[in-house]
């Protein structure tokens, strides 16, 4: 039996355009796919945005939802496209174009996790794979599409904070030489899923909340933003990477004693970008 494909936690009343989701924190591991990988508990872990569901579970009391997945990254990806099968690991699936993240494993249903450590010894059925789409995948981005069409519904448009989490080393060569490295990283695609004001509100709610931020580079976005961010139609999607070693031990995986001042602190960054998401004044922008 299927275990849920998604947690949607909703305001007692939406009083924002505003809409938040953690695709990559989920943890419900089948008892079937621990039986089919090759590795232990905490490596299978380790592609999972652990606790970003707890760290902006805020969000239903600034008037905004927030969806979370169920599924773990490591089982199937949700900020990927449905067609980006992997050949390497799925019998019956013809090579397509090249495509970077499915060759390096990292498809719907990935192949590795960090640190490019295999899942499997060997290919899974495309039966699989499709069960997992059918399951997981396809009700994830139907309660996504729904939210922020319910936000266009009742505002006139819609913004989408898209919330992961990164390795601390990911971050090893950003900046010049011997500068603090970024606390977060906003990606709008290099200002194709999201109009400017709307990014750079995102970026000074956390800079005033004490937050070093950077924008697209490591990451700029990937699925989620590329399909759902459409400026045009004010439709605004930012993805949001926060610094692991924040907030959690990425060894064990486990929070650490500053847990908890950063959810404080997330919880003014979620309450300022609900409020501006509150007016309507955002400009509508070119794609």
């Known amino acids: 039996m299927s275990q849920a494909p998604y947690q949607l936690f909703s305001p007692d009343v939406r009083t924002t355009s505003v809409s938040f989701a953690s695709p990559h924190s989920g943890r419900d591991y089948p008892a079937s796919f621990l039986a089919s990988t090759i590795l232990d508990q905490d490596q299978v872990r380790s592609s999972e945005d652990a606790f970003v569901d707890r760290l902006f579970d805020c969000a239903p009391r600034h008037g905004a939802p927030l969806l979370?997945?169920?599924?773990?990254?490591?089982?199937?990806?949700?900020?990927?496209?449905?067609?980006?099968?992997?050949p390497a690991l799925i019998d019956g699936v013809r090579r397509a174009s090249h495509n970077p993240r499915t060759a390096s494993g990292l498809g719907v249903i990935p192949r590795v996790v960090a640190n490019g450590r295999a899942i499997y010894r060997g290919k899974i059925p495309i039966s699989e794979a499709h069960r997992r789409l059918a399951e997981y995948w396809t009700p994830y981005h139907g309660a996504l599409q729904a939210m922020l069409e319910q936000s266009h519904a009742a505002f006139g448009e819609a913004i989408l904070i898209d919330c992961h989490s990164m390795p601390h080393e990911a971050l090893e060569h950003v900046g010049p030489a011997g500068s603090p490295r970024p606390d977060v990283v906003i990606g709008d695609r290099?200002?194709?899923?999201?109009?400017?004001?709307?990014?750079?509100?995102?970026?000074a709610?956390?800079?005033?909340?004490?937050?070093?931020?950077?924008?697209?580079?490591?990451?700029?976005?990937?699925?989620?933003?590329?399909?759902?961010?459409r400026p045009s139609r004010r439709q605004h999607a930012v993805q949001v990477e926060i610094d692991r070693s924040l907030y959690m031990d990425?060894?064990?995986?486990?929070?650490?004693?500053?847990?908890?001042?950063?959810r404080h602190a997330l919880d003014l960054v979620v309450e300022t970008i609900a409020d501006f998401g509150r007016a309507r004044d955002l400009p509508v922008a070119a794609e």
């Open 68 to 86: 979370v997945a169920g599924a773990p990254r490591a089982f199937v990806d949700l900020n990927r496209a449905a067609e980006e099968l992997d």
């Open 190 to 203: 290099f200002g194709a899923s999201a109009s400017t004001a709307v990014v750079e509100r995102v970026a």
């Open 205 to 229: 709610a956390f800079t005033n909340a004490g937050f070093r931020v950077a924008r697209n580079m490591p990451f700029a976005g990937a699925y989620i933003t590329q399909h759902y961010g």
């Open 250 to 262: 990425e060894a064990k995986i486990e929070p650490t004693a500053d847990f908890e001042a950063v």
